[in-house]
């Protein structure tokens, strides 16, 4: 048994329980527990990132651009302890990452003159770090901690980006065989990516009926919104999962850090939820599911 298989028998064995005791018995302060998880995942992954970017010829901006990642979700994870509409929170996210994010450019408009040939790179670096690492993570907060049926919203969120992975590693270990469709990450196959959107229609056909996530919908309308839903996060979590196989070549890495057994980076297992999560958040906002 190879070391990825290992780890996917841990977390189904040892982690999907673990998460569901979270969800289920400790659902105190909005799901406090998750977003403290969320805050944490969230810091790792702007260090792997900034760890990367030396190699890849740009400038770590340093550890402020981590603390305002943390400052604007934290933000969004008290305007949920405070009860304020979802949408209302998804509007300060917008404005808070671009006041962040003009805050960590402004000190660039003060540079010295041998300093200049670097400031595009510098600037490019902090604009990446920060959609990257503050705003995709904000967006995974709001879902944890601001949707009106958070438990159900969490649920439906983790099985589309986990049934999209699980089954497209399925597919691709034992049926794909056209590999090397996309270069920067050549072990992908087209069975592997078919399986995966298969794993996100069927998910999100599962939860929006058992979850009564869109409770005035039709059988019709429901196998619609079933198939938009899945097909939609399917393109996304692949998405995200190539984006971050590109951001590593760039790099010359293989992995994005060693933090998680078998796994790699943090980044490496958290990467299609935070590509996802702008789609997840503005179809459910579209169709008013999870009570919006």
């Known amino acids: 048994m190879n070391t990825n298989t290992r780890a996917r028998l841990l977390l189904f064995f040892i982690g999907i329980p673990l998460f569901a005791a979270v969800l289920f018995f400790v659902p105190f302060a909005h799901y406090g527990v998750l977003a403290?998880?969320?805050?944490?995942?969230?810091?790792?992954?702007?260090?792997?990132?900034?760890?990367?970017?030396?190699?890849?010829?740009?400038?770590?901006?340093?550890?402020?651009?981590?603390?305002?990642?943390?400052?604007?979700?934290?933000?969004?994870y008290a305007l949920c302890l405070a009860n304020v509409e979802p949408t209302h929170t998804a509007e300060v996210i917008l404005l808070s990452f671009s006041v962040l994010l003009s805050?960590?450019?402004?000190?660039?408009?003060?540079?010295?003159?041998?300093?200049?040939?670097?400031?595009?790179?510098?600037?490019?670096?902090?604009?990446?770090?920060?959609?990257?690492?503050?705003?995709?993570?904000?967006l995974v907060m709001l879902?944890?901690?601001?949707f009106p049926q958070a438990r159900n919203a969490i649920i439906s969120f983790a099985m589309l980006t986990f049934g999209n992975d699980s089954l497209a590693w399925l597919f691709g270990k034992y049926l794909g065989k056209n590999r090397n469709i996309v270069e920067v990450s050549p072990n992908k196959s087209l069975a592997g990516f078919l399986g995966g959107s298969i794993g996100s229609i069927a998910a999100a056909f599962i939860t929006l009926e058992?979850?009564?996530?869109?409770?005035?919908?039709?059988?019709?309308?429901?196998?619609?919104?079933s198939i938009a839903l899945g097909v939609g996060m399917a393109f996304f979590v692949i998405a995200g999962d190539l984006f971050e196989s590109a951001?590593?070549?760039?790099?010359?890495?293989?992995?994005?850090?060693?933090?998680?057994?078998?796994?790699?980076?943090?980044?490496?297992?958290?990467?299609?939820?935070?590509?996802?999560?702008?789609?997840?958040?503005?179809?459910?906002?579209?169709?008013?599911?999870?009570?919006?």
């Open 36 to 76: 403290a998880l969320i805050l944490a995942v969230q810091y790792l992954s702007s260090l792997e990132i900034r760890k990367m970017l030396p190699a890849g010829g740009l400038t770590d901006p340093g550890v402020w651009t981590s603390l305002m990642g943390i400052a604007q979700s934290g933000l969004v």
């Open 143 to 146: 879902i944890a901690a601001g």
């Open 210 to 225: 058992l979850l009564d996530a869109a409770p005035h919908a039709g059988v019709a309308a429901l196998v619609v919104l």
């Open 247 to 292: 951001l590593k070549r760039a790099a010359g890495k293989k992995d994005s850090g060693f933090i998680v057994p078998g796994r790699g980076g943090v980044l490496d297992s958290f990467d299609s939820l935070y590509f996802s999560a702008p789609f997840f958040v503005a179809f459910s906002f579209l169709f008013h599911l999870f009570g919006l």
């Open 103 to 138: 805050v960590l450019l402004a000190p660039l408009g003060f540079a010295k003159k041998d300093k200049f040939q670097e400031l595009l790179k510098l600037a490019g670096s902090v604009s990446l770090i920060h959609f990257y690492t503050a705003l995709l993570p904000s």
